[in-house]
């Protein structure tokens, strides 16, 4: 079956470390994205990508920094630039044309707590 | 900037009552709104509404856009226990890329 792949589910890092987490699809989309969602709020976009090699920031791309050399994988490091890291995080990928609206799946998610 | 803002942020209600939640948005270039159902982890896909769809049903659930006051609204008909999730309202502009601007959610909760 085609979607994608978050791992881990849960991961804790401590103060100072940098974190890769981890996103694969099989659904051969073009693009892919990171948001970031916090208790009571809704999905801000990190980053996203388009096209194999290329990424642009998204609204809140500041200590976080994103790879995307194969179509299928979209790896996001949390650095410890990233200030209030304990979020969920959610990958998604589309279609990058006509309504990809309609086709967006997303990941179930990683939930990265700070100890 | 794309901005999404939904009300209210948070509901309750009982089991067999109606809700309605609200999406007001500001998109340059609109292409589509969306609505998703989040549970626990994944948002699920419930509707899209374009220019040419403005009124979407599927159940208990119905959606209606008004492209002139930039709003759309989700109704929820006899509301179960099951409905109980953050409902999530998104934008998608004309530009390539595809990125979805979303709302802070409504958290539903529907008590027996």
């Known amino acids: 079956d085609g979607g994608i792949t978050q791992s881990p589910k849960y991961l804790f890092r401590k103060e100072g470390q940098n974190v890769t987490l981890s996103c694969e699809q099989n659904l051969n989309h073009d693009a892919m994205y990171w948001y970031r969602q916090d208790p009571g709020q809704g999905l801000r976009l990190i980053y996203y990508s388009q096209i194999v090699n290329d990424f642009q920031k998204g609204d809140i791309a500041e200590g976080y920094s994103v790879s995307r050399e194969k179509k299928e994988s979209f790896p996001l490091t949390v650095t410890s630039a990233q200030k209030n890291p304990t979020a969920f995080y959610l990958c998604?990928?589309?279609?990058?044309?006509?309504?990809?609206?309609?086709?967006?799946?997303f990941g179930s998610g990683t939930r990265l707590t700070v100890v | 900037e794309d901005k999404v803002v939904q009300s209210p942020l948070s509901l309750v209600v009982h089991e067999g009552d109606t809700v309605t939640l609200n999406c007001s948005y500001e998109?340059?270039?609109?292409?589509?709104l969306l609505w998703y159902k989040q549970e626990k982890k994944a948002p699920t896909f419930l509707f899209m509404l374009?220019?040419?769809?403005i009124e979407k049903k599927s159940g208990r659930l119905s959606s209606i856009l008004d492209k002139k006051e930039l709003f759309s609204i989700l109704n929820i008909t006899a509301t179960q226990t099951g409905d109980s999730a953050v409902y999530l309202c998104a934008v998608e502009p004309q530009t390539s890329g595809s990125r979805l601007t979303f709302g802070e959610g409504t958290q539903l909760t529907v008590n027996p």
């Open positions: 998604a990928s589309s279609i990058d044309r006509g309504y990809a609206g309609y086709g967006y799946t």
């Open positions: 998109v340059t270039n609109f292409r589509s």
């Open positions: 374009t220019s040419s769809g």
